[in-house]
């Protein structure tokens, strides 16, 4: 099956930095979305992006399909950033488009 | 974005006994929905897919007897765990996608059992 990789395992940061999280993937994919999973568990959806640049306030994400990565930049980055960050693509021919996740990046913000 | 609740958000159980945990979709009609097992500090490991009128489809190494999946309808499916033992405890989340395939989807808030 297809494997998804993301980099890198931990960051921790000062408030008001920048970082950039990567996800390599080693298939073509059909979906291609980045969560956060915060303290209590909930998976908030960031982006479904399987292609393309997005931007949504701090957070923006660039996915080049041919070259199987997709990047997520945050920027000027608050204490509530903290938690797990996923990401979940879709392969071609997956039945019924089950997602299947990169062991996620675990970012803490120091104030 | 579309709403997914599951219910009960944490249960704790004898070892032996049966729990059910619901996801509905609240805003929208799930046709296919989808069961993930989460332990701590791990990544998401799909369990099951859940489709509405048909039998669940299950991964490989997952006990269908011992997870059992309804989706009965559009908006409900349920997940039970039959004679839970301790290795069952874990983070449950169930997820549904809006549209076709390849669709985004979205996450219910996730149930943690805990097995006595």
């Known amino acids: 099956g297809i494997q998804v990789e993301q980099s890198p395992p931990d960051l921790i940061l000062q408030e008001g930095a920048n970082s950039t999280l990567r996800c390599n993937f080693s298939?073509?994919?059909?979906?291609l979305q980045w969560f956060h999973q915060n303290p209590w568990g909930q998976l908030i959806n960031l982006f479904y992006i399987p292609s393309g640049t997005k931007q949504n306030g701090r957070l923006s994400a660039t996915t080049v399909a041919t070259e199987r990565y997709s990047l997520l930049y945050i920027s000027s980055s608050q204490t509530t950033d903290s938690g797990v960050y996923f990401c979940a693509v879709v392969t071609g021919g997956t039945s019924y488009g089950k997602l299947t996740f990169g062991q996620g990046t675990i970012l803490t913000v120091h104030p | 974005g579309a709403v997914v609740s599951q219910h009960p958000s944490r249960v704790i159980c004898k070892s032996g006994t049966s729990v059910k945990i619901e996801c509905r979709s609240l805003?929208?009609?799930?046709?296919?929905m989808f069961w993930y097992r989460q332990f701590p500090k791990k990544s998401l490991m799909l369990m099951a897919t859940s489709n509405e009128g048909s039998k669940a489809t299950y991964e490989q190494g997952v006990e269908k007897d011992k997870f059992l999946i309804n989706h009965a309808s559009l908006t409900l499916s349920t997940l039970t765990v039959t004679s839970a033992h301790p290795e069952d405890s874990s983070f449950y989340i169930c997820s549904a996608s809006v549209g076709p395939v390849y669709s985004e989807q979205f996450f219910g808030p996730g149930t943690r059992l805990t097995v006595l």
């Open positions: 805003d929208f009609q799930a046709t296919t």
């Open positions: 298939d073509s994919v059909n979906n």
